[in-house]
């Protein structure tokens, strides 16, 4: 049977948890033979986006590029999953639209906890001015109003929220759990 393929789109701030549950769901669905790519907003930012800043026009389109190779995979029978802040409403509705199996996750926590997490020491930078456009700090995150799911990073562990995305693609057909795989054949 032909893989069915998907975008796993998680939006949120810097240091919510998209990274972390984005390797949890890629490591699991590869234990398990799916194929998968991750596309993560950093290393993206190296390799197509190198010349683009932090406006909203250049957000966008950086948002736009991860999108097209997503739906590249996605179509193609690969589930793509996509770890970038994505913070604009309009350029993710926009994908949802015009993309194969598009998953929004919106992944939350306060904005406190985010900053107490700093895991890259960016929130500090930002908040002494070092950095300009950071997100949640001085440039705006649009949060989804109709998310797929909401990961709520504050209040579960990482191993629940990872959970949490693989049921989802089990619920939409896109996965089929170890335990039911003959219901896929
Ligand atoms: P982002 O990719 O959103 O910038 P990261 O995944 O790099 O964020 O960092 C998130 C941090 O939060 C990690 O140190 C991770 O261990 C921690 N964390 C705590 N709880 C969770 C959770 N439920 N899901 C994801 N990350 C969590």
């Not at 993206?44 to 010349?51: A, D, F, G, N």
């Not at 509705?93 to 919106?106: A, G, P, R, S, V």
């Not at 020491?121 to 300009?132: M, Q, W």
Request: hydrophobic share 40%.
């Amino acid at each position: 049977m032909k893989q069915q393929g998907a975008i796993v789109w998680l939006t949120g701030l810097s240091s919510v948890g998209k990274t972390t549950i984005a390797n949890g769901v890629a490591q699991e669905l590869q234990k398990q033979n799916y194929q998968t790519e991750l596309l993560d907003g950093d290393i993206v930012r190296t390799h197509l986006s190198q010349e683009l800043g932090f406006s909203k026009q250049d957000r966008d389109i950086n948002v736009r590029r991860i999108g097209f190779v997503a739906n590249l995979l996605s179509r193609n029978g690969i589930i793509a999953i996509v770890a970038a802040i994505s913070p604009y409403r309009a350029v993710r509705d926009e994908l949802k639209k015009t993309t194969n199996n598009f998953i929004e996750i919106y992944v939350h926590a306060p904005l406190a906890v985010c900053e107490s997490r700093d895991v890259k020491g960016l929130y500090a930078l930002a908040r002494d001015g070092k950095i300009k456009n950071f997100t949640g700090i001085s440039d705006p995150y649009e949060a989804p109003l109709n998310p797929d799911i909401i990961c709520q990073t504050d209040k579960f562990t990482v191993e629940q929220c990872v959970n949490q995305v693989l049921d989802y693609l089990e619920y939409l057909g896109i996965i089929f759990s170890e335990n039911n795989l003959f219901a896929s054949i």
